[in-house]
């Protein structure tokens, strides 16, 4: 399929643009391009931004392919409006959007189309323009970190695909223990232990500044939010919190840093690409997952950074903390977003029946039955 529109990036100083191009006559397409500005101005993640920069590109070219505008959308009946976006989901479920015809994941069809109706509310704002009438106003309630009650309020639709079960499998200590192993030098240790330690996002790990974000004293890390990163890592929430390490993990970064200290002299980031014509560079997220794919060929161990946090997460609760300290130690607002990450295994099923059913069978005296 010809794509007529497509996101290019456009780097200005230290900051990264997205705008929406039209092949024919490379024209930006002003209104997609200015809320991806507008996304920018409103600190939005990077990675936020570049996936709404592919699904607006990805709608445009929908839009193209029926002979169809934005106007004509909004002008709908509700009737049509519903049938248009179920069709744009469906054409992405089956792979319109890219070469080939590899189908979408329901969940990721979905995502795209959530971020369309945003376009379409920043539209209805900034150039006054009518609102779509087949998102609905929702409200819904929640707690965060610390218990206090939210409403959060959004739009939903009604046509949405089914959402699918996505929940990532936590990594087994003892699979840690096997990626450390195989790790081809400290710097690679270190982080493995640090994602494992900490369960830091891996934008806050890659983020982390040794001159200024650790207390030698206390062995702990402060995640700190900063809008500019040489690598474009970045804390996902605006707000600090602290990591603590175990002594070993700390030995080890203090080990690090004198190792390295010829490369890591030049710059404040504690992670360095370590050898080639980038040596010295802050680390990207995507030599890390590359790191992980070596691993996994030398050891059959799938690892992806976000295993780490779920390994941190059920770690914590089979050691009895409260899901409130998890969830600040997690970074998390909401305390459901936490919930999520837990995953009771059979074993632990097992011996929480065996523990209830002993305490009950006195009360039964089943065995003066037998």
């Not at 929702?138 to 009650?149: A, D, F, K, P, Q």
């Not at 699918?164 to 493995?192: C, F, G, H, M, Y």
């Amino acid at each position: 399929m010809f794509k007529r529109y497509v996101p290019e990036t456009i780097k200005s100083r230290d900051k990264i643009y997205y705008v929406i191009r039209d092949t024919k006559d490379y024209s930006a397409v002003t209104t997609a391009s200015k809320y991806l500005v507008h996304q920018i101005k409103i600190n939005k993640s990077p990675n936020t931004v570049r996936q709404s920069a592919f699904a607006v590109s990805y709608y445009c070219n929908f839009l193209d392919s029926n002979n169809l505008t934005v106007s004509d959308i909004v002008r709908m009946p509700y009737a049509e409006q519903y049938e248009h976006f179920c069709e744009f989901l469906q054409w992405l479920k089956n792979g319109m959007h890219k070469k080939g015809a590899r189908k979408t994941e329901n969940n990721t069809c979905n995502l795209y189309l959530r971020v369309v109706f945003a376009w379409y509310s920043y539209l209805a704002v900034e150039f006054k323009q009518m609102q779509l009438q087949v998102t609905i106003d929702t409200t819904r309630y929640t707690s965060n970190s610390i218990g206090v009650g939210l409403q959060i309020k959004g739009k939903s639709f009604p046509g949405y695909l089914r959402g699918q079960d996505r929940r990532v499998k936590a990594i087994s200590q003892d699979d840690i223990r096997k990626l450390v192993e195989a790790a081809p030098n400290i710097r690679d240790k270190l982080l493995i232990l640090l994602l494992a330690d900490t369960g830091a996002r891996i934008g806050e790990i890659l983020g982390i500044r040794y001159t200024q974000d650790i207390d030698f004293s206390r062995q702990t890390i402060n995640v700190c939010y900063r809008d500019k990163n040489a690598n474009n890592s970045r804390a996902k929430n605006a707000e600090n919190r602290m990591l603590y390490l175990s002594d070993s993990t700390f030995d080890l970064l203090e080990l690090y840093l004198v190792q390295y200290r010829q490369l890591l002299v030049h710059t404040d980031y504690l992670f360095v690409v370590l050898e080639g014509e980038t040596a010295g560079e802050p680390l990207k997220a995507g030599a890390v997952y590359a790191l992980l794919k070596r691993l996994e060929l030398k050891t059959n161990i799938h690892a992806t950074p976000h295993q780490f946090r779920r390994y941190f997460a059920n770690a914590r609760r089979r050691a009895k903390w409260e899901l409130e300290e998890i969830a600040c130690a997690m970074g998390h607002r909401n305390l459901s977003t936490t919930n999520q990450y837990f995953i009771i295994d059979d074993d632990e099923k097992e011996a929480a029946n065996k523990k209830y059913f002993d305490s009950v069978e006195p009360m039964y005296d089943v065995k003066s039955l037998l």
